[in-house]
């Protein structure tokens, strides 16, 4: 595929901005894209989620790829409307599906210590929702477009002892991600084996990014930083 480099916006001091958008926090996913030259900068975004998702539920039966997908378009749409413009903005949501159920973050030890005595020895699918929205000028390629797609990673745990749950828990880290766990943490140790995306468990799945801006006529590497700027 040919298509001409993206226009850049500028900052006040006539740099040029990053094209691509990021409506998180998440150092994951900010290390995730910096890991593979992706410049980018970052506007996080507070949404009552659980408002979202059951305005999203009320009129539909969704199935727990579709229910990230729904909070991953939120967060893209929510921080395109708080940006200036010119930029493509990708909001992302990660969710564990285990047994049927889908669980977010743990927030407290209590809730990510029952959690892991149900995962410990199981396995689990982690589902990442992504969401591109277009808001570049159309004199500068913009498109308008808005669109997004889930990729899914099944996860097997170890069957962890009460101590290692505890000590784990006690670092605070699984604390605040989906899941309760990280892989690329202190929870890799307590990950056994990944089927599928293995970008998805981190939170930000860089092929199917790829997919989803080549239909917006950007190739990846139209968005890598220069060499001497990493």
């Known amino acids: ?17 990053p094209l691509l958008l990021l409506a998180s926090s998440s150092p994951a996913r900010r290390a995730t894209l910096q890991s593979a030259g992706i410049a980018h900068t970052t ?3 507070d949404l009552d989620e659980s408002a979202v998702l059951a305005a999203a539920l009320a009129g539909a039966d969704l199935e727990p790829a579709e229910q990230v997908l729904v909070l991953a378009r939120a967060k893209a749409e929510a921080a395109t409307r708080r940006s200036d413009g010119g930029y493509v903005v990708l909001g992302a949501d990660s969710m564990l599906e285990i047994d049927g159920e889908i669980v977010g973050k743990p927030l407290t030890a ?3 210590r029952e959690r892991w005595q149900a995962m410990r020895g199981r396995a689990g699918v982690l589902h990442t929702g992504h969401w591109l929205v277009d808001d570049r000028d159309p004199d500068d390629g913009g498109t308008g477009a808005t669109l997004g797609a889930t990729a899914s990673c099944r996860v097997s745990f170890a069957d962890l002892t009460d101590e290692e749950i505890d000590a784990y828990i006690a670092t605070g880290e699984p604390l605040q991600v989906a899941g309760g766990f990280t892989i690329d943490g202190r929870g890799g140790p307590f990950i056994t084996a990944l089927e599928g995306d ?3 468990v981190v939170g930000l799945s860089l092929p199917l990014l790829r997919d989803l801006l080549a239909e917006l006529k950007i190739a990846v590497y139209e968005l890598w930083e220069e060499p001497d700027s990493r």
């Open 1 to 17: 595929m040919t298509t001409a480099a993206p226009e850049q916006i500028t900052d006040a001091t006539g740099e040029p901005e």
């Open 43 to 45: 506007r996080p975004v």
């Open 110 to 112: 209590a809730t990510a």
């Open 198 to 200: 293995p970008h998805a």
